[in-house]
């Protein structure tokens, strides 16, 4: 039992924090930085680009989209977040 609640534990903790933002190089200086963490918010990718371009960089575009939606209990409507998509497409000065 006490297995069981420390792997359930751990599983939460993962899908709370979600992923640390993450800078895939598109051409060389052009890069897409993603940031999907469930509770993070868009200066997560701010702080990823300033860190991958020292020098600056250019917002060619950007997207913050959160789907938010209702299940429902027998007894309940349950709210929910899901499919965070947030990222920015930026080219280094």
């Known amino acids: 039992m006490e297995k069981r609640v420390v792997i359930i534990g751990v599983a939460a903790a993962v899908m709370l924090t979600g992923c640390s933002p993450k800078s895939t190089q598109l051409s060389p200086n052009t890069y897409l930085v993603k940031c999907e963490q469930m509770f993070?918010?868009?200066?997560?990718c701010v702080t990823a680009?300033?860190?991958?371009?020292p020098l600056?960089?250019?917002?060619l575009s950007a997207k913050d989209e959160n789907n938010v939606g209702t299940s429902f209990d027998r007894t309940k409507v349950i709210p929910h977040i899901g499919n965070v998509k947030r990222s920015m497409l930026i080219k280094c000065q």
């Not at 680009?49 to 371009?53: E, I, L, P, S, Y």
């Open 40 to 44: 993070g918010a868009m200066s997560d």
């Open 49 to 53: 680009a300033k860190k991958q371009c």
């Open 56 to 59: 600056g960089y250019e917002v």
